[in-house]
């Protein structure tokens, strides 16, 4: 049995991931991920309504007009986990192909909302939980296994696709932390074993290769922030906090850190109320009872207004708006926008990092210019990054020892990065490691 790995997007950049392993006549598919930068640039860029070619021809989504000259159908669609760049094409290009969905529990209801937001297209594809440790078959020859990882988003996995020939591993996104504030670390046992029996191909992703050492812990980004929180325990001065709103793990250590010198912790913003309530509903999260979450512009308005009233010093808002985007709520709250008055000696704390292209800079600047006219005090990086570093990614490689390795989910900075690094340790580009660009596909002999 032929395998054929088809690199489809996320090879040129980092965002709209999709690889389509075709084993036979029998393809599987891994993300369908949207490039929201390139979305961005066109202001009056309005995805619900548009239609799958102009977004490809935006570069905002994987151009998978490639499929149709490969030979085979596609059996499943599987998401590793639920960042944009991973689900964010579902509703654009599933309805497509006629297999089912496949992630797990909490990537599931994201794909549900998005799939629910989609104007342009109705996408019936069947969604298939799956949890971390399970298996699917999809053919006679073909079955899917999740195995456990940790990344910034809970219920993230590798997927992993058992074929006569050896396991495919897909390894996009995740880090190796053996202390995570939430959820089991990753399956290493169960890694080890999969790398005894036999790994013909692994995809991985390669953002932090350049980065020496290993990945700190979330452990450690709970430590920095707490460390800074609790400084102010008896600080009477606005203390809000900005962070992913998909990173469950790190609100919920926020909001413990509230909870901690007695103040309210407060989810302000419709991402943070979304995220935050399916992790709550599907029980991978509990929050300290004294949270609440407000999602519209009303009652977010509303909520700043009791807080102004109240006393600054009773809640800790978590609000959205760290890459200082327009129309997050901390942007508002700068700028004026809202009921909420800032004063000297109040302070922004960012649990996130800014992700690195101009306009993010720029906007973050003027965010942050503003607060500081008004007295404010900020302080910046209170974060760890989701990715693995240059020894996570030697140690995966001797725990799978696959056969070959394709670096993905990178430019070509990132993926040749990874090749040297690969070559380093003794595999050989074009031979059995594989740069791969956007619509190439590649044999595995
Ligand atoms: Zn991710």
Known sequence: MDIEIIAVGGYNEVGRNMTAVR??????????GLRLDQVMIHEDADIENMHSLDLIEMKA???????NAVEGSVKAI?????????????????????????????TSELIRQQIAGEQKFGVNNKLFALKAGQRYTISPHLTLEFVRAQHSIIDTIFPVLHT???AVVYANDFKLDRTPVLGEPPDFARLRQIGKEGVIALITESVNIADKGRCPSEKIARDLVRDTITSYEDDKSALFVSTFSSHISRVKTIAECAHEIGRKPVLLGRSMERYSSAAEQLKLVGFPESLSMFGNRRTVDRTLRRIMKTGKDKFLPIVTGHQGESGAILT????GDTPYK????????FSAKVIPNPMNYGQRYLVEARAKMAGVRIFDELHVSGHAYREDHYEFLHLLNPQHVIPSHGD???TGEYAKFAEEIGYTLGNDLHIMRNGKSILIK
């Open 23 to 32: 084993c036979g006549k029998e393809i599987v598919i891994f993300d369908m």
């Open 61 to 67: 989504i994987p151009d998978d007009t490639i499929m």
């Open 78 to 106: 599987v998401c590793s986990h639920g960042h944009l760049d991973h689900i964010g094409a579902i509703p654009k290009l599933a309805h497509r192909y006629n297999a089912p969905i496949i992630s797990t529990p909490y």
């Open 164 to 166: 006569p020939r050896g």
């Open 332 to 335: 508002r709250i700068v700028m």
């Open 342 to 349: 800032l004063e000297k000696g109040d302070k922004i704390l």
């Open 412 to 414: 070509i900075g990132m």
